[in-house]
Protein backbone atom coordinates (compact mmCIF):
# COMPACT_ATOMS: atom_id res chain seq x y z
CA UNK A 1 0.00 0.00 0.00
CA UNK A 2 1.74 3.42 -1.00
CA UNK A 3 2.16 5.76 1.62
CA UNK A 4 -0.40 9.17 1.21
CA UNK A 5 1.49 12.18 0.24
CA UNK A 6 0.03 15.47 1.50
CA UNK A 7 0.48 18.54 -1.08
CA UNK A 8 4.13 20.17 -0.40
CA UNK A 9 3.23 22.89 1.35
CA UNK A 10 5.02 26.83 -0.56
CA UNK A 11 8.45 27.53 1.23
CA UNK A 12 7.58 30.64 2.21
CA UNK A 13 4.46 31.83 4.00
CA UNK A 14 4.01 34.20 0.88
CA UNK A 15 5.45 31.69 -1.95
CA UNK A 16 1.81 31.88 -3.62
CA UNK A 17 1.89 35.59 -4.31
CA UNK A 18 1.23 36.53 -7.73
CA UNK A 19 3.79 39.24 -9.49
CA UNK A 20 2.93 42.50 -10.49
CA UNK A 21 2.54 43.86 -13.98
CA UNK A 22 2.59 47.39 -13.13
CA UNK A 23 0.81 49.84 -13.65
CA UNK A 24 0.74 50.69 -17.76
CA UNK A 25 1.37 54.74 -17.33
CA UNK A 26 3.53 54.31 -14.34
CA UNK A 27 6.08 51.63 -15.85
CA UNK A 28 6.65 53.39 -18.95
CA UNK A 29 7.86 56.00 -16.70
CA UNK A 30 10.34 53.79 -15.30
CA UNK A 31 10.92 52.52 -18.58
CA UNK A 32 11.77 56.16 -19.99
CA UNK A 33 14.21 56.60 -16.99
CA UNK A 34 16.13 53.90 -18.08
CA UNK A 35 16.13 54.77 -21.57
CA UNK A 36 19.74 56.08 -22.55
CA UNK A 37 19.10 58.06 -25.40
CA UNK A 38 19.48 61.97 -24.97
CA UNK A 39 16.70 62.86 -27.19
CA UNK A 40 13.92 61.01 -25.83
CA UNK A 41 10.58 62.20 -25.74
CA UNK A 42 8.28 61.41 -22.66
CA UNK A 43 4.42 62.26 -23.84
CA UNK A 44 3.23 59.29 -21.46
CA UNK A 45 2.59 60.46 -17.85
CA UNK A 46 0.45 63.16 -16.91
CA UNK A 47 2.06 66.17 -15.67
CA UNK A 48 2.01 69.14 -16.77
CA UNK A 49 5.18 70.90 -17.79
CA UNK A 50 6.40 74.42 -19.00
CA UNK A 51 8.62 74.59 -22.59
CA UNK A 52 11.79 73.65 -20.71
CA UNK A 53 10.24 70.15 -19.91
CA UNK A 54 10.09 71.32 -16.08
CA UNK A 55 7.23 70.85 -13.72
CA UNK A 56 6.76 74.84 -12.79
CA UNK A 57 6.28 76.33 -9.39
CA UNK A 58 3.33 78.67 -9.28
CA UNK A 59 3.89 81.99 -7.90
CA UNK A 60 0.96 81.91 -6.11
CA UNK A 61 1.88 78.95 -4.43
CA UNK A 62 5.00 80.26 -3.30
CA UNK A 63 3.44 83.26 -2.05
CA UNK A 64 0.97 81.08 0.06
CA UNK A 65 3.73 79.19 1.47
CA UNK A 66 5.50 82.42 2.66
CA UNK A 67 2.27 83.82 4.23
CA UNK A 68 1.87 80.22 6.00
CA UNK A 69 5.29 79.65 7.31
CA UNK A 70 5.23 76.06 8.59
CA UNK A 71 6.59 74.44 11.22
CA UNK A 72 5.57 71.16 12.82
CA UNK A 73 2.03 70.52 12.48
CA UNK A 74 -0.35 68.62 14.08
CA UNK A 75 -2.88 66.05 12.47
CA UNK A 76 -5.40 67.29 10.34
CA UNK A 77 -9.44 65.85 11.59
CA UNK A 78 -10.14 62.98 9.35
CA UNK A 79 -12.26 65.31 6.74
CA UNK A 80 -9.34 67.96 6.75
CA UNK A 81 -8.63 71.34 6.50
CA UNK A 82 -12.27 73.17 7.18
CA UNK A 83 -10.67 76.28 5.32
CA UNK A 84 -9.69 73.28 2.08
CA UNK A 85 -13.36 71.69 2.57
CA UNK A 86 -15.25 75.16 2.01
CA UNK A 87 -12.50 76.21 -0.48
CA UNK A 88 -13.37 73.13 -2.14
CA UNK A 89 -17.28 73.50 -2.30
CA UNK A 90 -16.69 77.07 -3.58
CA UNK A 91 -14.62 75.92 -6.41
CA UNK A 92 -16.51 73.17 -7.55
CA UNK A 93 -19.88 74.64 -6.78
CA UNK A 94 -19.42 78.27 -6.70
CA UNK A 95 -20.76 80.02 -3.27
CA UNK A 96 -24.76 80.57 -4.51
CA UNK A 97 -25.01 77.03 -5.79
CA UNK A 98 -28.60 75.69 -4.18
CA UNK A 99 -26.48 72.67 -2.39
CA UNK A 100 -24.09 74.36 -1.29
CA UNK A 101 -26.47 77.37 0.36
CA UNK A 102 -28.77 74.40 1.48
CA UNK A 103 -26.13 73.40 3.54
CA UNK A 104 -26.45 69.58 1.84
CA UNK A 105 -22.71 68.84 0.98
CA UNK A 106 -20.58 66.81 2.20
CA UNK A 107 -16.90 67.70 1.21
CA UNK A 108 -13.53 65.80 2.54
CA UNK A 109 -10.05 66.91 2.18
CA UNK A 110 -8.55 63.63 0.59
CA UNK A 111 -5.08 62.27 -0.71
CA UNK A 112 -5.47 63.26 -4.44
CA UNK A 113 -8.05 62.50 -6.45
CA UNK A 114 -7.57 59.10 -6.87
CA UNK A 115 -7.66 58.88 -3.34
CA UNK A 116 -10.92 60.92 -3.58
CA UNK A 117 -12.43 58.06 -5.89
CA UNK A 118 -11.08 55.63 -3.78
CA UNK A 119 -13.26 56.65 -0.82
CA UNK A 120 -16.41 57.06 -2.64
CA UNK A 121 -15.80 53.80 -4.22
CA UNK A 122 -15.71 52.71 -0.13
CA UNK A 123 -18.58 54.54 0.60
CA UNK A 124 -20.59 53.29 -2.43
CA UNK A 125 -20.20 49.76 -1.72
CA UNK A 126 -21.77 49.75 1.57
CA UNK A 127 -24.41 51.98 1.39
CA UNK A 128 -25.27 51.32 -2.16
CA UNK A 129 -24.67 48.25 -2.98
CA UNK A 130 -24.87 45.47 -6.05
CA UNK A 131 -24.72 48.14 -8.68
CA UNK A 132 -23.53 47.93 -11.55
CA UNK A 133 -20.42 51.05 -11.72
CA UNK A 134 -20.05 52.17 -16.05
CA UNK A 135 -16.73 53.72 -16.87
CA UNK A 136 -15.93 55.36 -20.15
CA UNK A 137 -14.43 53.29 -22.67
CA UNK A 138 -11.63 53.96 -23.56
CA UNK A 139 -10.74 56.46 -20.31
CA UNK A 140 -8.55 55.92 -16.87
CA UNK A 141 -7.97 52.30 -16.21
CA UNK A 142 -7.59 53.08 -12.32
CA UNK A 143 -11.46 53.97 -12.56
CA UNK A 144 -12.08 49.89 -12.77
CA UNK A 145 -9.55 48.99 -10.34
CA UNK A 146 -10.63 51.42 -7.68
CA UNK A 147 -14.25 49.86 -7.67
CA UNK A 148 -13.65 46.63 -7.95
CA UNK A 149 -11.66 47.16 -5.25
CA UNK A 150 -13.97 47.88 -2.79
CA UNK A 151 -16.16 45.13 -4.23
CA UNK A 152 -18.48 46.47 -7.18
CA UNK A 153 -18.42 45.15 -11.17
CA UNK A 154 -17.47 47.57 -13.31
CA UNK A 155 -18.35 47.57 -16.96
CA UNK A 156 -17.72 50.06 -19.52
CA UNK A 157 -19.77 52.55 -21.56
CA UNK A 158 -18.33 53.82 -25.21
CA UNK A 159 -17.22 57.38 -25.65
CA UNK A 160 -15.00 57.30 -28.55
CA UNK A 161 -15.50 56.58 -31.97
CA UNK A 162 -12.39 55.66 -34.15
CA UNK A 163 -14.05 56.48 -37.77
CA UNK A 164 -15.29 59.66 -36.81
CA UNK A 165 -12.05 60.99 -33.81
CA UNK A 166 -14.90 62.40 -32.15
CA UNK A 167 -17.47 61.07 -28.64
CA UNK A 168 -19.80 58.10 -29.66
CA UNK A 169 -22.21 59.94 -28.56
CA UNK A 170 -25.15 57.94 -29.33
CA UNK A 171 -24.26 54.93 -28.27
CA UNK A 172 -23.04 55.86 -25.21
CA UNK A 173 -26.41 57.58 -24.73
CA UNK A 174 -27.79 53.91 -25.87
CA UNK A 175 -26.08 51.97 -23.51
CA UNK A 176 -26.29 54.03 -20.11
CA UNK A 177 -29.94 53.76 -21.13
CA UNK A 178 -30.76 50.39 -21.61
CA UNK A 179 -27.94 49.87 -17.80
CA UNK A 180 -30.41 48.72 -15.09
CA UNK A 181 -32.01 51.53 -13.18
CA UNK A 182 -29.36 53.23 -10.22
CA UNK A 183 -26.52 51.68 -11.84
CA UNK A 184 -23.47 53.79 -11.08
CA UNK A 185 -21.91 56.33 -13.63
CA UNK A 186 -18.09 57.59 -13.79
CA UNK A 187 -18.21 60.58 -15.52
CA UNK A 188 -15.26 62.88 -16.81
CA UNK A 189 -16.89 66.61 -16.97
CA UNK A 190 -13.98 68.36 -18.10
CA UNK A 191 -10.64 67.82 -20.17
CA UNK A 192 -11.55 63.73 -20.86
CA UNK A 193 -7.96 61.05 -20.11
CA UNK A 194 -7.72 59.97 -22.45
CA UNK A 195 -9.57 61.37 -25.50
CA UNK A 196 -9.23 65.16 -24.82
CA UNK A 197 -12.64 65.23 -26.05
CA UNK A 198 -15.77 66.72 -23.73
CA UNK A 199 -19.53 66.68 -24.32
CA UNK A 200 -21.00 69.69 -25.78
CA UNK A 201 -23.51 71.97 -24.10
CA UNK A 202 -26.43 70.12 -25.78
CA UNK A 203 -25.24 66.32 -24.97
CA UNK A 204 -24.59 67.19 -21.81
CA UNK A 205 -28.22 68.07 -21.47
CA UNK A 206 -29.39 65.02 -22.99
CA UNK A 207 -27.30 62.67 -21.04
CA UNK A 208 -28.50 64.18 -18.37
CA UNK A 209 -31.94 63.45 -19.20
CA UNK A 210 -31.20 59.99 -19.55
CA UNK A 211 -29.53 59.42 -16.24
CA UNK A 212 -32.12 61.64 -14.27
CA UNK A 213 -34.53 59.33 -16.17
CA UNK A 214 -33.03 55.84 -14.78
CA UNK A 215 -31.71 57.63 -11.46
CA UNK A 216 -27.89 56.71 -12.01
CA UNK A 217 -26.07 57.70 -9.58
CA UNK A 218 -23.31 59.66 -10.77
CA UNK A 219 -19.45 59.95 -9.97
CA UNK A 220 -17.93 63.07 -11.13
CA UNK A 221 -14.31 62.60 -11.99
CA UNK A 222 -12.70 66.37 -12.52
CA UNK A 223 -9.42 66.39 -12.10
CA UNK A 224 -8.45 69.17 -14.77
CA UNK A 225 -10.90 71.94 -13.39
CA UNK A 226 -9.32 75.08 -15.39
CA UNK A 227 -7.46 73.18 -18.31
CA UNK A 228 -10.57 73.34 -20.53
CA UNK A 229 -11.64 76.91 -20.86
CA UNK A 230 -11.73 78.39 -17.65
CA UNK A 231 -11.83 77.62 -14.12
CA UNK A 232 -15.38 78.05 -13.37
CA UNK A 233 -16.54 77.15 -16.98
CA UNK A 234 -14.84 73.71 -16.65
CA UNK A 235 -17.50 72.76 -13.44
CA UNK A 236 -20.59 73.93 -15.55
CA UNK A 237 -21.86 70.04 -16.19
CA UNK A 238 -21.18 69.40 -12.27
CA UNK A 239 -23.55 72.53 -11.53
CA UNK A 240 -26.09 72.25 -13.73
CA UNK A 241 -26.68 68.36 -12.98
CA UNK A 242 -25.77 68.79 -8.69
CA UNK A 243 -28.72 71.59 -9.15
CA UNK A 244 -31.23 68.44 -10.47
CA UNK A 245 -29.45 65.37 -8.75
CA UNK A 246 -27.34 63.85 -5.76
CA UNK A 247 -24.36 63.11 -7.04
CA UNK A 248 -20.57 62.45 -6.04
CA UNK A 249 -17.51 64.97 -7.41
CA UNK A 250 -13.82 63.72 -6.66
CA UNK A 251 -11.87 66.68 -7.68
CA UNK A 252 -8.10 67.15 -7.73
CA UNK A 253 -5.41 70.13 -7.29
CA UNK A 254 -2.21 67.83 -8.54
CA UNK A 255 -2.56 69.61 -12.03
CA UNK A 256 -3.75 72.73 -12.00
CA UNK A 257 -2.32 73.93 -8.70
CA UNK A 258 1.03 72.32 -9.72
CA UNK A 259 1.03 70.10 -6.21
CA UNK A 260 1.56 66.28 -7.37
CA UNK A 261 3.71 65.45 -4.24
CA UNK A 262 1.36 67.10 -2.12
CA UNK A 263 -1.53 65.07 -2.87
CA UNK A 264 -4.34 67.35 -2.53
CA UNK A 265 -8.01 66.48 -4.00
CA UNK A 266 -11.54 66.41 -2.38
CA UNK A 267 -14.52 64.30 -1.95
CA UNK A 268 -17.76 66.34 -2.35
CA UNK A 269 -21.72 64.24 -1.88
CA UNK A 270 -24.99 65.93 -2.65
CA UNK A 271 -26.96 64.97 -0.21
CA UNK A 272 -31.31 65.13 0.11
CA UNK A 273 -30.98 67.49 3.21
CA UNK A 274 -28.44 68.90 5.90
CA UNK A 275 -29.22 65.90 8.01
CA UNK A 276 -28.43 63.60 5.46
CA UNK A 277 -25.15 65.30 4.84
CA UNK A 278 -24.24 65.24 8.04
CA UNK A 279 -24.43 61.56 8.31
CA UNK A 280 -22.60 60.68 5.18
CA UNK A 281 -19.81 63.13 6.49
CA UNK A 282 -19.47 61.04 9.30
CA UNK A 283 -19.38 57.72 7.37
CA UNK A 284 -16.63 59.63 5.12
CA UNK A 285 -14.65 59.93 7.84
CA UNK A 286 -15.53 56.06 9.06
CA UNK A 287 -13.84 55.28 5.70
CA UNK A 288 -10.48 57.69 6.08
CA UNK A 289 -9.85 56.42 9.80
CA UNK A 290 -10.04 53.45 7.99
CA UNK A 291 -7.40 53.70 5.97
CA UNK A 292 -5.56 56.66 6.07
CA UNK A 293 -6.61 58.33 9.10
CA UNK A 294 -6.51 62.33 8.05
CA UNK A 295 -5.05 63.87 4.82
CA UNK A 296 -1.54 65.62 4.31
CA UNK A 297 -1.31 69.14 5.71
CA UNK A 298 0.77 71.21 4.65
CA UNK A 299 -1.00 70.98 0.50
CA UNK A 300 -4.18 71.87 2.29
CA UNK A 301 -3.13 74.85 3.97
CA UNK A 302 -1.47 75.89 0.79
CA UNK A 303 -4.69 75.64 -1.41
CA UNK A 304 -7.02 76.97 1.25
CA UNK A 305 -4.69 79.46 1.61
CA UNK A 306 -4.97 80.80 -2.17
CA UNK A 307 -8.36 79.76 -2.69
CA UNK A 308 -9.10 82.38 0.57
CA UNK A 309 -7.65 85.04 -0.29
CA UNK A 310 -8.58 86.84 -3.27
CA UNK A 311 -5.66 88.37 -4.58
CA UNK A 312 -3.81 84.69 -4.07
CA UNK A 313 -6.78 83.70 -6.00
CA UNK A 314 -6.47 85.83 -8.95
CA UNK A 315 -2.77 85.15 -9.31
CA UNK A 316 -3.84 81.53 -9.40
CA UNK A 317 -6.40 81.63 -12.26
CA UNK A 318 -3.85 83.71 -13.98
CA UNK A 319 -1.72 81.28 -14.03
CA UNK A 320 -4.09 78.26 -14.57
CA UNK A 321 -4.69 80.62 -17.98
CA UNK A 322 -1.07 80.31 -18.82
CA UNK A 323 -1.14 77.00 -18.61
CA UNK A 324 -4.39 76.31 -20.63
CA UNK A 325 -2.81 78.83 -23.04
CA UNK A 326 0.45 76.22 -23.43
CA UNK A 327 -1.56 73.53 -24.03
CA UNK A 328 -4.03 74.97 -26.68
CA UNK A 329 -0.73 76.35 -28.80
CA UNK A 330 1.16 73.13 -28.41
CA UNK A 331 -2.14 71.50 -30.28
CA UNK A 332 -1.83 74.00 -32.98
CA UNK A 333 1.48 73.66 -33.98
CA UNK A 334 1.66 69.90 -33.48
CA UNK A 335 -1.03 69.96 -36.23
CA UNK A 336 0.53 72.52 -38.14
CA UNK A 337 3.53 70.34 -38.48
CA UNK A 338 2.15 67.16 -39.16
CA UNK A 339 0.21 68.96 -41.83
CA UNK A 340 3.15 70.68 -43.39
CA UNK A 341 4.77 66.94 -43.48
CA UNK A 342 1.70 64.74 -44.90
CA UNK A 343 -1.43 66.76 -46.46
CA UNK A 344 -3.59 63.51 -45.93
CA UNK A 345 -3.04 63.62 -42.01
CA UNK A 346 -6.55 64.90 -40.32
CA UNK A 347 -5.68 67.13 -38.06
CA UNK A 348 -8.35 68.48 -37.11
CA UNK A 349 -9.69 65.89 -33.84
CA UNK A 350 -6.15 67.10 -32.30
CA UNK A 351 -6.96 71.08 -32.30
CA UNK A 352 -10.70 70.17 -30.97
CA UNK A 353 -9.55 68.54 -28.50
CA UNK A 354 -8.78 70.13 -25.08
CA UNK A 355 -6.75 69.74 -21.14
CA UNK A 356 -3.67 67.77 -21.35
CA UNK A 357 -4.23 64.69 -23.75
CA UNK A 358 -4.88 64.00 -27.06
CA UNK A 359 -5.80 60.58 -28.30
CA UNK A 360 -4.20 59.28 -31.84
CA UNK A 361 -5.98 55.99 -31.41
CA UNK A 362 -2.18 54.33 -32.79
CA UNK A 363 -2.37 50.90 -32.16
CA UNK A 364 -0.08 49.15 -29.63
CA UNK A 365 2.48 48.27 -31.64
CA UNK A 366 2.24 51.69 -33.55
CA UNK A 367 2.90 52.72 -30.31
CA UNK A 368 5.44 50.71 -29.46
CA UNK A 369 7.62 51.69 -32.69
CA UNK A 370 7.56 55.13 -31.54
CA UNK A 371 8.98 54.18 -28.27
CA UNK A 372 12.09 51.52 -29.57
CA UNK A 373 12.63 53.32 -32.93
CA UNK A 374 12.00 57.02 -32.00
CA UNK A 375 12.18 57.53 -28.43
CA UNK A 376 8.91 58.89 -28.36
CA UNK A 377 7.09 57.95 -25.44
CA UNK A 378 3.10 57.46 -25.84
CA UNK A 379 0.52 55.38 -23.47
CA UNK A 380 -0.51 51.73 -24.84
CA UNK A 381 -3.87 53.48 -25.96
CA UNK A 382 -1.94 56.01 -28.14
CA UNK A 383 -2.78 59.18 -25.47
CA UNK A 384 -0.26 62.00 -25.95
CA UNK A 385 0.51 64.24 -23.09
CA UNK A 386 0.06 67.63 -24.61
CA UNK A 387 2.04 69.03 -22.16
CA UNK A 388 4.93 67.35 -22.61
CA UNK A 389 5.37 68.95 -26.06
CA UNK A 390 8.18 71.64 -26.42
CA UNK A 391 9.16 74.26 -28.74
CA UNK A 392 11.99 71.82 -28.61
CA UNK A 393 10.59 68.70 -29.44
CA UNK A 394 7.38 69.06 -31.58
CA UNK A 395 8.88 68.65 -34.71
CA UNK A 396 10.40 65.17 -33.69
CA UNK A 397 7.11 64.32 -32.71
CA UNK A 398 5.29 65.36 -35.40
CA UNK A 399 7.54 63.40 -38.17
CA UNK A 400 7.25 60.38 -35.62
CA UNK A 401 3.47 60.51 -36.17
CA UNK A 402 3.62 61.39 -39.80
CA UNK A 403 5.84 58.74 -40.60
CA UNK A 404 3.41 56.16 -38.78
CA UNK A 405 0.36 57.85 -40.69
CA UNK A 406 2.16 56.87 -43.83
CA UNK A 407 2.83 53.24 -42.68
Not at 172 to 200: F, R, W, Y
Not at 338 to 344: K, S
Amino acid sequence: MSERREPSAPASLFGLVQPYAGDPILSLFEAFGADPRPDKINLGIGVYTDDQGRIPVLQSVLSAYERIGFGPQPYLPMEGHEGYRSAVRGLVFGHDHPAVEDDRVATIQTIGGTGALSVAADFLARHCPDRMVYVSDPGWDNHHGLFQRAGLRTTSYPYWSEERHAIAFERMKETLAQANDGSIVVIQPVCHNPTGADLSLEQEEELTAVLLQKRHLVVFDMAYQGFGVGVSEDAGFVRRFAAKSQCLIANSFSKNFSLYGQRCGGLSIVCGDTDEARRTLGQLKLVVRRSYSSPPATGGHLVAEILNAPVLREQWEAEVAGMRRRMQAMRSQLADAIEGLHDGFDTQFLREQRGMFSYTGLSAERVRQTRERDGVYLVENGRICVAGLTDGNITAVAKCLARLHSA
